[in-house]
Nanobody
């Protein structure tokens, strides 16, 4: 059974930091690129970051320089998203997803992704 489970969300003040985790099982993690998406209230879901099987990373312009995506090379089943210098507009539900097809600059295209988690809420207060 495939499982994708996000954790680490919470309430933080403007300028704060969080580390989101995405634990996976049931598929060959090393063969999948991984992405993080977020959905703010009344807004469509948007891709914010992705990491390929060989560690190449991609970021949306809105988070570049503030968020960092990484893969757990030891356990090889977890991907992280480090959030820093958070702004109220970063508020939303953050989703993790895996993609068997190659992730490149089109990492924001949800159709590339095969498995999704249920999301974790991030709220940034002003």
């Amino acid at each position: 059974e495939v499982q994708v489970v996000e954790s680490g969300g919470g309430l933080v003040p403007r300028g704060g930091s969080l580390r989101l985790s995405c634990a996976t099982s049931g598929f060959t993690f090393g063969a999948y690129g991984m992405g993080w998406f977020r959905q703010a209230p009344k807004r469509p879901r948007e891709g914010v970051a992705a990491i390929t099987t060989n560690g190449t990373t991609y970021y949306s312009d809105s988070v570049k320089g503030r968020f960092t995506i990484s893969r757990d090379h030891a356990a090889k089943t977890t991907v992280y998203l480090q959030l820093a210098s958070l702004k109220p507009e970063d508020t939303g539900v953050y989703y993790c997803a895996s993609a068997y097809s190659a992730i490149e600059s089109d990492f924001r295209d949800e159709r590339r992704y095969d498995y999704w988690g249920q999301g974790t809420q991030v709220t940034v207060s002003s």
